[in-house]
């Protein structure tokens, strides 16, 4: 039944929608678009899944996991203060 679906589907949809024209070239896409894919383990597993975010996006994660260290820093640092006037 879907085999029959799908063939009925692509005899549809007309060839030239599949066709690429030889005469323009590939759009490159801009760096900040590129997808880059990466492989995560999760803490206390050994399976691994592979994420795919563009360049733009894996930056923008690692500038909030600066930020969110930078911000633990100084909170234990602040506390390390008040130990020591207490």
């Known amino acids: 039944m879907i ?3 799908l ?3 692509l005899a549809a949809v007309p060839a030239a929608a599949f066709a690429v024209d ?3 070239p590939p759009v490159a ?3 900040e ?3 880059i894919c990466k492989r995560e383990v999760a803490t206390g597993s050994i399976m691994s899944r592979r994420v795919c975010l563009t360049k733009a996006e894996w930056k923008a994660i690692e500038e ?3 930020a969110d ?3 633990t820093r100084a909170m234990e640092r602040s506390r390390s203060l008040v130990k020591e006037s207490l």
Request: hydrophobic share 35%; charged share 45%; no cysteine.
């Open 3 to 5: 085999k029959i679906s």
């Open 7 to 9: 063939a009925v589907l």
């Open 29 to 31: 896409q801009p760096d």
């Open 69 to 71: 260290l930078d911000r």
């Open 64 to 66: 909030q996991s600066k």
């Open 33 to 35: 678009e590129k997808v």
């Open 22 to 24: 030889a005469d323009e």
